[in-house]
């Protein structure tokens, strides 16, 4: 069964430093996403990306990230330089236009020191 | 800014039992309602969903029922069994088919079932 597969599974890194947590979406789905949810709270949608652009961001979208779609198969984002608040479990969603349903990626724990 | 609740962190259950999930929305306008299921460290796994034309979607032992005039929903799981015991997240979107609507999702329930 096709499924949505994130890498790395946990990163470390340094306040201020730029992070890029990448997202192989399901082959023939055409709508991308990413959420997060910080320890112990709600899962928070951020963004989704549609046709080569950002559909809808939320308000935590701010201009420190950035999300692409370098080639056919990767989805990407991209915090430019992280804080501490950033820590949190970053997941990737995808959806087709005839599922109807977004599927979820294991994930990935980004802790900033 | 709290649109999708799920007033139980908790509940636990006996195996073989029904299980039963609440969850209230606060936006009429939300369209779509899906259940995920998520363990420990994996990301949310789709379970069930119901477009707000309907009432009732059945798949195998999961039953989600939606009552639009109480903004309400809910998850049944009959016979529940040891490896449903996980957390239990309600979303909702505001577009049929979440295809283009973020999913906005409640706090969750931890369910554990008992052998």
């Known amino acids: 069964e096709p499924e949505v597969t994130q890498t790395p599974s946990h990163q470390v890194t340094q306040m201020g430093q730029e992070v890029i947590l990448r997202c192989v979406p399901i082959s023939n789905h055409l709508y991308f996403y990413w959420y997060r949810q910080i320890l112990g709270q709600k899962v928070e949608f951020l963004v989704s990306?549609?046709?080569?652009?950002?559909?809808?961001k939320s308000e935590i979208f701010d201009d420190q990230f950035s999300v692409e779609r370098p080639d056919g198969s990767n989805f990407t984002l991209k915090i430019r330089s992280t804080k501490l608040e950033d820590s949190a479990m970053y997941f990737c969603?995808?959806?087709?236009?005839?599922?109807?349903?977004?599927?979820f990626g294991p994930g990935t724990r980004l802790t900033v020191l | 800014d709290q649109q999708v609740k799920q007033n139980s962190p908790s509940l636990s259950v006996q195996e073989g039992r029904i299980s039963i999930l609440n969850c209230d929305y606060t936006n009429s306008m939300f369209d779509y309602f899906l259940w995920y299921k998520k363990y420990p460290a994996e990301g949310p796994t789709f379970l069930i969903s119901?477009?707000?034309?309907?009432d009732k979607n059945e798949d195998g032992r999961f039953t989600v029922f939606l009552n639009k005039s109480a903004k309400h929903l809910s998850l049944h799981i009959v016979p529940s069994q040891p490896g449903d015991s996980a957390v239990y997240f309600c979303?909702?979107?505001?577009?049929?088919?979440?295809?283009?609507?973020?999913?906005?999702f409640g706090k969750g329930t931890k369910l554990s079932v008992k052998p």
């Open positions: 990306f549609y046709n080569n652009e950002i559909s809808e």
């Open positions: 979303a909702a979107s505001l577009n049929y088919g979440g295809s283009q609507g973020n999913l906005i």
């Open positions: 119901i477009s707000s034309i309907k």
């Open positions: 969603a995808s959806s087709s236009e005839t599922t109807d349903t977004q599927y």
